[in-house]
Nanobody, 114 residues
């Protein structure tokens, strides 16, 4: 099982980024996926989960700005982030499953700063 996140970058406030999570080593379309983030000294913060039938759920603070999606053919999960704020600065993780306890990738750094 392997998850590889990419797409993190330095972006100005108000900007957008799309994160990708490439999965391998298991049957992709049978699983839900979760995006979470972490800042130094704090625990993982849940962002959103997408289920096998494309049903999505979001954390309240990210709803309306972030969009989770999946492409089963490419075995990739995405997180589109719009209207980014400095407080969105964190390492973003893709997690296998619908909880924060699943296998996760190495993370990708998102920094929102002018």
């Amino acid at each position: 099982v392997q998850l590889v996140e990419s797409g993190g970058d330095l972006v100005q406030p108000g900007g957008s980024l799309r994160l990708s999570c490439a999965a391998s080593g298991f049957t992709f379309d049978r699983f839900a996926f979760t995006w979470a983030r972490q800042v130094p000294g704090k625990g993982l913060e849940w962002i959103a989960t997408i289920y096998t039938e494309d049903r999505t759920v979001y954390g309240d603070s990210m709803k309306g700005r972030f969009t989770i999606s999946r492409d089963n053919a490419k075995e990739t999960v995405y997180l589109q982030m719009n209207s980014l704020k400095p407080e969105d600065t964190a390492v973003y993780y893709c997690i296998l499953g619908s909880t924060l306890r699943g296998v996760r990738g190495q993370g990708t750094q998102v920094t929102v700063s002018s």
